[in-house]
């Protein structure tokens, strides 16, 4: 399988559409425990403009899991361009945004994920909130934590932030 895919890659290194060979060989290869590899092979396909959703998630995953957390969310950025309505990838996004420090992206990310009407909407407001903190603005953290205990008054993490910030 994969000299088959290397071959499609070799005749038409450029083509990342269906039928591309550069997804097939990335799986193949995963298989085979060569991960980074497989890693690899995907972040060309993603930087010749690849745009599958399930093999540009799969690279930002691997990316994040590889300790490349500035890779996966450029990889997610242009993954919210092919799947803008998918609340997963939006938490995902936000949450990798804000472990990094980029809390003004990750508050678009989350607002966008409140845009979705997640099932989650105390999830939703709680991330709100905590991108809200980083950025020190204590009132409106304090008013998307309200907001998540009044969905669910028992959120346990919701609670202690709002112990927190009151003190």
């Known amino acids: 399988m994969i000299e088959r895919a290397e071959s499609a890659i070799a005749a038409y290194p450029d ?10 060989k990335a ?3 995963d298989e085979l425990d060569r991960r980074p590899e497989a890693m690899d092979t995907l972040e060309t396909y993603w930087r010749l403009g690849g745009y599958s959703p399930g093999a540009l998630r799969r690279l930002g995953a691997w990316l994040h899991d590889a300790g490349r957390p500035q890779d996966a969310i450029a990889v997610y950025d242009d993954l919210i361009m092919v799947t803008p309505l998918d609340a997963e990838v939006h938490t995902t996004l936000g949450d990798w945004m804000l472990a990094e420090g980029m809390a003004d992206g ?3 990310e989350y607002r966008a994920l409140m845009a ?7 999830g939703a407001h709680y991330r709100l909130a905590t991108a809200f ?18 969905i669910a008054p028992h959120y346990r993490e919701a609670q202690q932030l709002l112990l927190e910030i009151v003190r």
């Open 15 to 24: 083509y990342v559409d269906d039928g591309d060979g550069y997804i097939p």
């Open 27 to 29: 799986l193949a290869l």
């Open 106 to 108: 990750a508050l678009r």
């Open 116 to 122: 979705t009407q997640p099932h989650d909407m105390a």
């Open 133 to 150: 903190l980083a950025l020190e603005d204590q009132a409106r953290t304090r008013e998307h934590l309200l907001y998540a205990l009044e």
